[in-house]
């Protein structure tokens, strides 16, 4: 690992860390040839990366990455989640597009290095941490579609804050069943490029038009909007929590799980989240909760919230970690509200489903208890 270091004074962050628009003094670079391999990773001054007109990252979107994030933990380590994930992650992302293969634990090592350079930037405000985010692009500068044979691998930082402006408030999401972000067969299970450019204009149309502030999609299953099949947001994967059984029967079932926790399956079409898996794992523990990884219809979570069934649904992903959701909108305009936090019940009487993770999550990530999900870099 060769290191350039960039001659600087005091690091004074912002007061106002608007996510990923803050970068730190540093970048990691490492590039790949088909004829040499790969070269020395270096850490160098951030700055402008150099690329060839015809590069084909620029023209068939050959470019891959991930989302990772750093803590400043409760004992003044600074702290990294699951990072094992994400790098194998980035791998199979790589793979999928043909650009170069690395070391996971080789990239892990020089990350770690990086943050340990620029750990000034790693904020100390209650809510905030370190994002990460590695990409992978094709820089052959050769116009044809053909496996590259020069591939760049960077790193940068950005201290932030929350993702959504309105923090952990609940925000608004809408139900698309017109626009499609991944298809069975396609590359839905990829964090490449090419998955989020199109769900820009489709999350624009949502704001203006139902002042909702992401996207879910849904994939048809035939020409009725009832029958498709939930998939996740342009940046979140999707929980639902539903009561297992009505009021008037919910006598009769002592000892089952009275709550079931529903996200989509990973058929090819869901990316396999770091969050997701890690909700699922915790909640998996609790045994009040039937976790199930299954398909979910339009139809059966219209029916479920006119039944009084459906309690919650939150998002979950890297950017966010946990974010709630206080209403649902369909494509014909309907409404589905979702009660106040709380509601879900469960081991803490006084937080739902969301929160309850939410905190466990935070307690990990944060250092506040021993768990081998929180890796120090320092």
């Known amino acids: 690992l060769v290191v ?19 970068f730190t003094d ?43 994030k750093a803590y400043l933990g409760h004992d003044g380590r600074g702290r990294l989640f699951r990072p094992d994930m994400n790098f194998a992650r980035l791998r199979r992302s790589a793979a999928r597009i043909q650009l170069a293969d690395f070391d996971t ?11 340990r350079l620029d750990r000034a930037w790693l904020p100390e405000r209650a809510g905030h941490c370190m994002y990460i985010r ?7 500068g050769a116009l044809g579609v053909s496996p590259s044979k020069a591939t760049t691998l960077s790193v940068i930082l950005s201290p932030v804050g929350p993702y959504f402006k309105s923090g952990v408030d609940a925000v608004r999401l809408f139900l698309d069943t017109s626009n499609v972000r991944a298809w069975p067969g396609g590359v839905g299970q990829f964090k490449i490029g090419g998955n ?15 002042d909702c502030s992401q996207v879910v999609y849904a994939l048809p299953q035939g020409p009725d909007p009832n029958d498709a099949l939930i998939s996740e947001c342009g940046a979140m994967n999707m929980v639902f929590v539903f009561r297992r059984f009505s009021a008037s029967h919910a006598g009769g079932q002592a000892g089952w799980p009275g709550i079931e926790v529903v996200t989509p399956p990973l058929d090819g079409t869901i990316l396999p989240g770091v969050t997701r898996d890690s909700i699922l794992q915790l909640l998996k523990g609790r045994p009040d909760v039937l976790v199930s990884e299954r398909p979910l ?4 979570l219209v029916e479920a919230h006119e039944a009084g069934l459906l309690l919650e649904v939150f998002g979950c992903g890297t950017a966010c970690v946990v974010q709630p959701v206080s209403c649902v909108v369909t494509g014909d305009g309907k409404e589905l509200a979702l009660p106040a936090a709380g509601a879900g019940g469960g081991a803490d009487a006084s937080a739902s489903v969301a929160e309850w993770v939410r905190q466990r999550l935070l307690h990990i990530q944060y250092g506040r208890v021993e768990h081998p999900w929180s890796v120090p870099f320092e």
């Not at 634990?105 to 943050?115: G, N, S």
């Open 26 to 68: 540093h970048m990691l670079v490492a590039e790949h040839t088909a004829e040499h391999g790969w070269g020395k990773p270096r850490i160098l001054p951030f700055g402008p990366l150099h690329l060839h007109p015809a590069a084909q990252v620029l023209h068939y979107g050959m470019c891959c990455f991930e989302g990772m």
């Open 297 to 300: 219809t339009v139809g059966q």
């Open 134 to 140: 590695p990409f992978m692009f094709s820089s052959d």
């Open 4 to 22: 350039q270091k960039k001659t600087v004074s005091h690091v004074q962050l912002p007061e106002e860390l608007p996510f990923g628009k803050v």
């Open 196 to 210: 989020y450019a199109p769900t820009v204009a489709p999350q624009s149309a949502a704001k203006q038009r139902h």
């Open 105 to 115: 634990q080789e990239l892990e090592e020089c990350v770690k290095a990086l943050l």
